[in-house]
């Protein structure tokens, strides 16, 4: 059986990268105070909703708001989970 021929391999050199690697900025852990504020945001919409059910008709504030203390206390809610993809 017949022996196949070998491949040359090619002696150029690989192509240089055309980009300068930009550095990434160290960020370090976040601010107690900002994970006191995100977790206070969160429970205090929930603490809204809560008092709305139990207490919403006897507090005057509240039973002129109507259905929109579902929107309050669910915008605390979510603000307070947008704040934790900033936090490290």
Avoid: C, Q
């Avoid at 196949?4 to 192509?15: E, G, L, M, N």
């Avoid at 005057?60 to 993809?85: D, K, Y």
């Amino acid at each position: 059986m017949p022996k196949s021929k070998v491949r040359k391999k090619d002696s150029s050199t690989p192509p240089v990268d055309r980009h300068t690697p930009v550095k990434a900025k160290a960020v370090g852990p976040s601010h107690p105070i900002y994970v006191g504020v995100m977790l206070g945001m969160m429970l205090l919409g929930l603490l809204w909703l809560v008092v709305n059910y139990l207490a919403g008709p006897k507090i005057p504030f509240m039973s002129e708001l109507g259905a929109w203390n579902f929107a309050i206390g669910f915008a605390f809610m979510i603000v307070g989970l947008l704040m934790t993809m900033r936090w490290r």
